[in-house]
């Protein structure tokens, strides 16, 4: 393993104390990991530290690097602590290391929906109208590799589909309802645009994609409708115009056929373009 710290540029002395420093603190604290008991505890800190390591080894902040150090260090004490009889780091590191808690629960979980996924290839609104088994699309056994899985982890019954699909609901259950409170200055408003629409918003936190995206379609809509209505102004001006140049030639006048139709649009559009008030907010 090749070792590129911040202080290789500089000192020499120092580079050779970090250095011997961070190869102790390395050895530390995998003997200290190989002291617990349970196999399962030696296989996650071994990894852990061992990835940790090898991730950062060419850090080139010197500021970091003594970060990382501090962190290592206080790994050390809480592995000793656990060692030691305390019960509180014991239970942690125990979740960790069997996937309750931590990077290795939420790769669990992913891996999990990958599964699930894999036994149905199929879009969610297919899934949703068609529900039985025969109706279910496998990924293919060429594809399987491509998707990481192997083979012996997809669920070969319905009951062991139906339980994976279970703990997948309940774990979304669960983060719906570990949602953080709104904060009390966070409350319901209802905004009026410029198109006399109505919508309920939240005051204090950023406008969702969604509702500006439905805002703005809007707007697109009823600008199309104001374009409608004056140009539909416009043709009725023009027949007007003609009725009064065949009424000043003696002509019979015969633009109200024409007319009726125009009328009748605009009476149909105006209920759209009136204009509304300005924005209000109702608390």
Not at 204 to 225: C, L, S
Not at 249 to 265: F, K, M, S
Request: net charge positive.
């Amino acid at each position: 393993m090749v070792w590129r710290l911040p202080c290789s540029a500089g000192n020499k002395y120092i580079y050779q104390e970090s250095r011997q420093l961070t190869l102790s603190l390395y050895r530390s604290l995998l003997r200290t990991a190989h002291r617990f008991d349970q196999p399962h505890h030696q296989w996650f800190l071994h990894t852990t530290i061992r990835e940790r390591f090898r991730f950062h080894q060419c850090e080139t902040s010197r500021k970091r690097s003594l970060s990382l150090l501090s962190d290592g260090s206080t790994a050390l004490r809480h592995m000793t602590l656990a060692l030691d009889g305390n019960v509180a780091v014991q239970k942690y590191i125990d979740g960790l290391a069997t996937a309750k808690v931590g990077p290795m629960a939420h790769a669990i979980k992913k891996l999990l929906q990958r599964i699930v996924a894999a036994v149905d290839v199929r879009s969610e609104a297919s899934k949703q109208r068609h529900q039985t088994r025969r109706d279910r699309v496998i990924l293919p056994a060429h594809l399987i590799p491509e998707a990481r899985l192997p083979t012996a982890t997809l669920p070969s019954s319905r009951r062991q589909y139906d339980a994976a699909c279970t703990v997948l609901t309940m774990q979304r259950q669960k983060r719906s309802k570990h949602r953080r409170p709104w904060k009390p200055y966070q409350v319901k408003i209802v905004t009026q645009a410029s198109t006399g629409f109505r919508f309920v918003r939240r005051r204090g936190i950023q406008q969702p994609v969604t509702t500006a995206m439905m805002m703005k379609n809007r707007a697109r809509t009823n600008q199309r409708r104001v374009d409608d209505h004056y140009a539909l102004l416009a043709q009725m001006g023009y027949m007007k115009s003609e009725g009064l140049f065949l009424s000043a030639l003696g002509v019979e006048n015969d633009t109200w056929d024409y007319v009726r139709p125009i009328q009748n649009a605009i009476k149909q559009a105006s209920q759209y373009v009136r204009p509304s008030p300005p924005s209000i907010m109702d608390t």
